[in-house]
């Protein structure tokens, strides 16, 4: 089995403050890992993937993200947060064991304030 | 090339109506996924199909939920005598047969289902 824990059901920044969303993973097998990120009434966007290769993975509009095997985590981070990453953020996780399925983690709503 | 395509975006349905969710997969890619999000809530899984085979059905309601993926044509998610619970966003995604963990799933933009 597997599954996602966002820690955090919501953050509050200031904008040009950095950003840390942070996100827990179980799974029986070598995962893979995602964020996405999901604007009001829209779609889902990726923001970046692991796939085993590099830990420390960078993703669109200066998101990166780390894979840390060892505290089964993949925390979300940016240096400096924007109006415009207001935005609901789901961490994901999929492997082969679990038939390619995603779990999705339950969200963490980033608010900037100005 | 256009991403995954959804329609209605929205859709409004009395209690006990039929609501039929189109998911029309990324040109190329041949797996498509169903995800339903409750208000409030993280998406999730509920059907996996290929086409003409459903693969994964493990999220799918026992009842009035079924899904198809015909040889031609979208995708098709259908709920009978919908009810006030069934009022969620659904996603479609889909990705190629081939290396899902590396290229990731796209999602389409959902459509929102409301039961009055």
């Known amino acids: 089995a597997q599954s996602v824990t966002q820690l955090d059901s919501h953050v509050s920044v200031s904008e040009g403050t950095p950003v840390l969303l942070r996100c827990n993973y179980s799974?029986?097998?070598?995962?893979?890992l995602f964020w996405y990120v999901q604007h009001p009434n829209k779609g889902l966007q990726l923001l970046l993937k692991?796939?085993?290769?590099?830990?420390l993975v960078k993703g669109i509009n200066g998101f990166e993200a780390e894979f840390k095997k060892s505290e089964t985590s993949f925390h979300l981070t940016k240096p400096s947060a924007h109006m415009s990453d207001a935005a609901e953020y789901f961490c994901?996780?999929?492997?082969?064991?679990?038939?390619?399925?995603?779990?999705f983690g339950g969200g963490t709503r980033l608010m900037v304030k100005p | 090339n256009a991403g995954v395509m959804q329609n209605p975006r929205h859709l409004v349905r009395r209690r006990g109506q039929e609501a039929r969710l189109r998911c029309s997969p990324m040109?190329?890619?041949?797996?498509v996924y169903w995800y339903r999000q409750l208000p409030e809530e993280g998406l999730k899984f509920m059907v996996y199909?290929?086409?003409?085979?459903?693969?994964?059905e493990s999220g799918m309601p026992k009842e009035r939920f079924s899904a198809e993926f015909p040889k031609e044509g979208p995708s098709i998610l259908r709920i009978q005598q919908v009810v006030r619970g069934d009022s969620a966003a659904y996603f479609c995604?889909?990705?190629?047969?081939?290396?899902?963990?590396?290229?990731?799933?796209?999602f389409g933009s959902g459509t929102r289902l409301t039961v009055v």
């Open positions: 995604a889909s990705s190629p047969p081939w290396g899902r963990e590396l290229l990731g799933y796209t």
């Open positions: 799974s029986s097998y070598s995962p893979s």
């Open positions: 692991y796939t085993s290769a590099a830990t």
């Open positions: 994901v996780v999929s492997s082969n064991n679990a038939g390619n399925m995603l779990t």
């Open positions: 040109k190329g890619h041949s797996h």
């Open positions: 199909l290929q086409k003409e085979n459903i693969i994964d």
